[in-house]
């Protein structure tokens, strides 16, 4: 490998280094499984190496990345647990978590979830949520206030 394979995987190593646990955070938010959220990262990661030579903003690409790829798994883990209700077993549970509002913001439907952890967890602006998701700002704040409104819901239950 040449040196500019070299430099390139220098600059890959110091984007790992900085981003890897806040792309961790993130899939942890959206969800709720420290494993998967570690898988999803790592993810994220590869594809970023795939294409990394090509990639003008690493932090956005991984943050784009690990949202899309977190939805997946959470369409998956849904469909998952339907298929196992229809057939009389229990789903896999987990350890209790942190808090009621914690509790209420996973029973939200994925989509509105994913706005909130960006918006109040990432702590993003409507404009780079919608960046990640691929939308327009107006649909992040349309989608943000029915899932308050939906939280708000679950949380009076």
């Known amino acids: 490998m040449g040196s500019r394979g070299a430099t390139i995987d220098a600059a890959f190593e110091r984007v790992y280094t900085a981003e890897f646990a806040g792309v961790a955070r993130l899939a942890y938010l959206l969800v709720r499984s420290r494993a998967v959220a570690e898988e999803l990262a790592q993810d994220a990661f590869l594809r970023l190496y795939q ?13 784009t990345a690990v949202v899309r790829l977190a939805l997946t798994w959470l369409g998956r883990a849904d469909m998952e647990r339907d298929r196992l209700s229809r057939l009389g077993r229990d789903p896999v549970v987990e350890a ?6 914690w509790l209420a913001l996973g029973r939200l439907h994925p989509d509105r979830r994913v706005v909130l952890v960006l918006r109040f967890y990432a702590q993003m602006r409507s404009v780079e949520i919608a960046g990640v998701l691929g939308c327009s700002a107006a649909t992040v704040r349309s989608r943000a206030r029915r ?10 239950r």
């Open 51 to 63: 294409h990394f030579d090509t990639v003008e903003a690493p932090a956005g690409f991984l943050r």
């Open 96 to 101: 209790p978590e942190l808090d009621e509002t």
């Open 147 to 156: 899932a308050l409104a939906d939280l708000r819901e679950e949380l009076d």
